[in-house]
């Protein structure tokens, strides 16, 4: 089955109310010039949204670009008195948000939508485009909602264990985590420590959770493969989750699906660029190098992944036991040759760099096997 499906839908899949407000602005104006910016006018000025952006606006013009995508960049001074009356997207990362919607506020703007960079509010705006993008590729886009058979009697009902990676240096959550009583705490890094936040911890029976300062939650995932044989296993985090219910698990263990991603990422001008931009740019050129000489036949995959416009991030999927061994089995092999292979870091945030190539491994995975299995796409919901 393939990864993609046309939609015979309405062109606004997700996010339906604000997706068709934006659409339909006579002027919008978009707060911010920097990758969060330009991601959503990007998205919004391709299909299905077809939007003219007029301005971008920030703060001060100070360390700003003069113009984005070939539109003017402009101060919110100068803004207040050209575009009161237009629609107004906040596009920078989270800890921007707050300060700027007071600022519009103050300055009497009153139409201002806020997307951050993890909102789910934007991951369904670029799902739509995600959408509309593939379809015109003649491509398939499968939602996991779609994709759930009814429940009934028949069918065989399977074991699913679905994991919520957590870590005793994580920060607070002020949101209610109690919608989610179906995930199973999983402690990463639990060896580097003696607090104890979960009752499963990834330093029992066969594991690596020593490495997780640079594997991330992926010493989680090491051992829910060396030490959980449950049908279905998943692996979600403290602070994203994925928008299930207990009925849509139910339905999913009688289902025919095979594997869970969630809404990709946009980068532009494609994903091997926006990587060197945030990260250290030698570790993506010896990922290449470990499947040049690991596996050779995803070599292909990898070159299209990286000049590409998205991946799927977060380390986040659910699957067939099968398929996770598979996936493991191929990806602990490169990593270990990327360990052994990039150079250390200072940094403690680009010293997570395996974490952070295995998104972009997981992607290549996925999309190269997407004629094998049944693949879904379902949202997640970030918790402040």
């Known amino acids: 089955m393939g990864l993609f499906k046309a939609a015979d839908e309405e062109e606004f899949y997700y996010e339906k109310e604000v997706s068709e407000k934006i659409a339909s602005s006579r002027s919008i104006v978009i707060y911010g010039a920097r990758i969060v910016a330009r991601e959503v006018a990007s998205c919004l000025m391709a299909a299905p949204y077809y939007c003219s952006i007029d301005a971008f606006m920030v703060t001060d013009l100070r360390d700003n670009p003069d113009h984005l995508l070939g539109v003017r960049v402009v101060a919110l001074e100068e803004g207040k008195n050209l575009y009161k009356d237009s629609l107004i997207i906040i596009a ?6 707050a300060e700027i919607k007071s600022n519009l506020d103050r300055d009497g703007f009153c139409n201002v939508i806020s997307l951050g960079f993890e909102s789910d509010l934007w991951s369904g705006l670029r799902g739509n485009y995600f959408r509309s993008y593939l ?6 886009y499968l939602t996991l909602e779609n994709e759930l058979p009814e429940i009934s009697g028949n069918g065989q009902q399977k074991c699913i264990h ?8 994580d920060k607070p959550v002020s ?5 989610f009583q179906w995930e199973i705490p999983i402690q990463a890094g639990a060896a580097l420590t003696d607090i104890k936040i979960a009752k499963v911890c990834d330093d029992a029976g066969d594991n690596i959770s020593v490495k997780n300062p640079k594997y991330c939650e992926l010493t989680a995932l090491y051992w829910m493969w060396k030490n959980d044989m449950a049908d279905y296993i998943g692996l979600s985090h403290y602070r994203r989750h994925f928008d299930l219910t207990e009925e849509s698990i139910e339905r999913l263990m009688r289902s025919d699906i095979d594997v869970i991603l969630t809404i990709p990422i946009l980068n532009f001008p494609n994903v091997k660029a926006a990587y060197e931009h945030d990260h250290v740019k030698r570790d993506w050129d010896v990922m290449v190098e470990a499947i040049k000489k690991l596996s050779p036949d995803y070599y292909n995959t990898a070159i299209a992944v990286q000049n590409g416009i998205y991946y799927y991030a977060y380390n986040m999927f659910i699957s067939r036991r099968p398929i996770l061994n598979e996936y493991c089995e191929w990806l602990f092999a490169i990593l270990d040759y990327c360990e052994k292979n990039c150079e250390p870091k200072k940094d403690p945030y680009q010293n997570r760099f395996l974490g952070f190539l295995a998104e972009r491994l997981m992607t290549i ?20």
Do not use: M, P
């Open 92 to 97: 920078v990362l989270e800890r921007y948000l």
């Open 135 to 140: 379809r015109k590729r003649g491509g398939e």
């Open 162 to 169: 679905l994991y919520n990676v957590r870590c005793h240096v």
């Open 175 to 179: 949101a209610n985590v109690h919608s």
């Open 365 to 384: 995975f996925f999309i190269h096997n997407r004629e094998r299995w049944k693949i879904t796409h379902c949202n997640k919901v970030f918790l402040s």
